[in-house]
């Protein structure tokens, strides 16, 4: 069990639209869907109405939804309690940045900043989109650092969550190389043998991403078997280099292996997204840290080494 399928449902009680609840909880209909259907397996119990309109709780769903209500909570105030007595110091920023971004680019990213401002306590919060969203919108994190595709929106109101562009970059699919430097796994497979895909899952920035760069090639066909998902691209990538299948990467955290040639696309350009990485903020955030590294990186990251 887990605890976004508690507000989830605490949420959809409230709303009692899936699709407003969708849209509040930052994933599709379809997910949500089967967020409801795997808490309520896991109770045992049917706990949603879906024969009524405007959607219900069934008589054993208020009841949960009361003691679910409270374990939520209690959780929250948990953490946030312990968040604040492991807090470095009053002043340090706190971000939240999703998984593959803070192995790719927040290094970088606290590299320029303090070049340019200064020394500066951190309080890095790895999560996923949801997750990180969320921070940021009920401000339990200064800044949030993530990607963005016009086609996988984070809903965000720009005038109360202004961002900034750091860098763009290559979101492409790739497959191990043969020993003549050709793909192992060559986009688009065939209806006879499709090609083993490696897949983020559809509750995933980067999932959703890879999601519609398939679907602008649907037309053509394509032929896939998803034969593994992880939610992270660093655990999908060892299995990409061992030649298990293919897989959407940032360029970013696979450039070595695209140098060296142990990695090659597995189609070509028509098969990419441009993602770009961007910061965000509240519009209200009154930390002097959190307001300088933002007017900082103003221009942009400066180049990689």
């Known amino acids: ?67 679910a209500e409270e374990i939520v909570r209690q959780l929250l105030e948990v953490r946030d309690d312990l968040r604040d007595r492991l807090q470095p110091s009053n002043d340090a920023v706190t971000i939240t940045s999703l998984q593959t971004l803070s192995v790719v680019c927040f290094p970088h990213w606290l590299q320029a900043c303090q070049q340019r401002i200064g020394p500066f306590d951190v309080r890095l919060v790895p999560e996923n989109m949801h997750s990180c969203v969320r921070a940021l919108v009920e401000g339990s994190c200064d800044l949030m650092l993530a ?27 790739v497959s191990k190389a043969d020993t003549q430097g050709q793909p192992l796994f060559a986009l688009p497979g065939t209806r006879r043998q499709p090609l083993p895909y490696l897949a983020y899952g559809p509750d995933t920035m980067l999932g959703q991403a890879a999601d519609f760069a398939l679907k602008q090639r649907q037309q053509h066909g394509v032929y896939l078997r998803c ?23 940032p360029a970013s955290l696979i450039r070595r292996e695209l140098d060296s040639g142990e990695l090659v696309p597995a189609g070509d350009e028509s098969w990419a997204l441009e993602l770009e990485t961007r910061l965000y903020r509240r519009a209200e955030t009154t930390k002097p840290r959190a307001l300088q590294a933002w007017a900082a990186l103003q221009d942009g990251l400066p180049p990689s080494a």
């Open 147 to 173: 990607y963005a595709h016009p086609a996988v929106s984070a809903m965000l109101d720009p005038e109360r969550f202004p961002s900034v562009l750091l860098s763009s970059e290559r979101f492409l699919p």
């Open 1 to 67: 069990m887990e605890l976004k399928w508690l507000e989830d449902l605490l949420s959809l009680s409230r709303t009692r639209s899936f699709s407003r609840t969708a849209a509040e909880r930052f994933c599709t209909q379809s997910a949500l869907s089967r967020r409801i259907k795997a808490l309520e397996l896991w109770v045992g119990v049917p706990l949603v109405d879906r024969s009524a309109y405007p959607t219900s709780l069934t008589p054993a769903g208020m009841v949960f939804r009361d003691t």
């Open 227 to 249: 034969c593994y998902q992880n939610p992270i691209a660093e655990g999908l990538k060892p299995l990409v280099k061992a030649g298990h299948g293919v897989a959407w990467m």
